[in-house]
């Protein structure tokens, strides 16, 4: 196992997959996960935090194994009952998941970051790496839509991501700070390397880079920054990347990937089916690693964050 230090930067269930290989890779103690949060909404006078929990949920080896988000040997019966009372049950809840947000709601209300509430439920699900929000302030991802703009859990759970996007707004990303943990780790002098976990860049990665300040820090950090690309053989492995990529006119590939975060990575990892476009990707001044990046298994999960790891102690 690697001593290496590690920054990964993760949405959900794709970014999850990785960063569970990583706290098999690097000494988890050395890992920091820093989990979007523009996705987060308050539904049922709950406060919600998908990509959170689908990375605490994924490393402390409770994710449903089949969607890759919510809980295993998950039960129904709220949400039944909700429906039988004519309540909304466009935003599913299981019975164990649905506790998570009663205790981070009450929490937060009374007085505590969401920082805090989120390492402390790690620490109680025995994640021996650290978890953080990319800001205790509130970051809602905004979808535009030629019939007007859509909060993010409306366009992706309850339209099914049907609606054609012509762009993205992060309300309130303006004025957020960013968290604690991110920050200590990006101006400090131990950190050996960045991921950008295979997230939907603009959905799952935008809003992070979106928090004043972040995205000049990683653009100036002097270790490795290394994307990892969502995009393989011209389809998205999970997810709408793809389908936005081709309503804001923009090619399917991942080269689109690479071209997106060009100013930010020293390097950029694509599978083996787009080794044809390592050379286009060189040409825009970052190194390339191919490799498989399709995460079927744990092995699969591990073998690639091992690679990512070899790769930034390479650059």
């Known amino acids: 196992m690697s001593s290496a230090t590690c920054l990964a930067l993760s949405g959900g269930v794709g970014g999850a997959k990785l960063a569970l290989g990583l706290s098999h890779t690097v000494d988890p103690d050395n890992l920091l996960v820093v989990a979007n949060t523009g996705d987060d909404f308050d539904h049922l006078g709950l406060r919600i935090c998908p990509d959170i929990d689908t990375v605490t949920y994924t490393l402390s080896g409770l994710a449903n194994p089949s969607t890759g988000w919510g ?11 909700l429906d039988s009372l004519g309540g909304e049950t466009w935003f599913r809840l299981g019975d164990r998941d649905l506790a998570l947000h009663v205790e981070r709601t009450r929490r937060l209300g009374a007085g505590e970051s969401l920082s805090a509430i989120t390492a402390e439920i790690a620490k109680r699900l025995g994640i021996a790496a650290r978890i953080a929000p990319m800001s205790d302030d509130p970051v809602r991802t905004i979808v535009a839509t030629p019939d007007g703009p ?3 859990q409306h366009y992706f759970v309850r339209d099914q991501c049907r609606p054609e996007v012509t762009g993205f707004h992060f309300d309130g990303a303006d004025t957020a700070r960013p968290g604690e943990a991110l920050t200590k780790a990006l101006t400090g002098t131990s950190l050996e390397m960045v991921v950008i976990c295979p997230s939907n860049p603009f959905i799952s990665v935008d809003p992070i880079l ?8 990683l653009a100036d950090f002097p270790a490795p920054v290394i994307a990892v690309s969502p995009i393989v053989g011209g389809q998205a492995i999970k997810g709408p990347t793809a389908k936005m990529l081709a309503e804001l006119g923009r090619p399917t590939s991942a080269f689109a990937i690479a071209e997106h975060y060009r100013d930010l990575i020293d390097g950029f990892v694509i599978d083996t089916a787009d ?15 191919v490799t498989n990046t399709v995460m079927k298994s744990l092995q699969d999960r591990v073998s690639l964050a091992r690679d990512v790891v070899a790769f930034a102690q390479e650059l």
């Open 71 to 81: 809980r295993k040997d998950e039960s129904w019966s709220f949400m039944e009952t």
């Open 150 to 152: 859509l909060a993010f």
């Open 210 to 217: 979106a928090v004043p300040t972040v995205r000049a820090m």
């Open 275 to 289: 080794a044809v476009s390592a050379d286009a990707i060189r040409d825009l001044g970052c190194q390339v690693r």
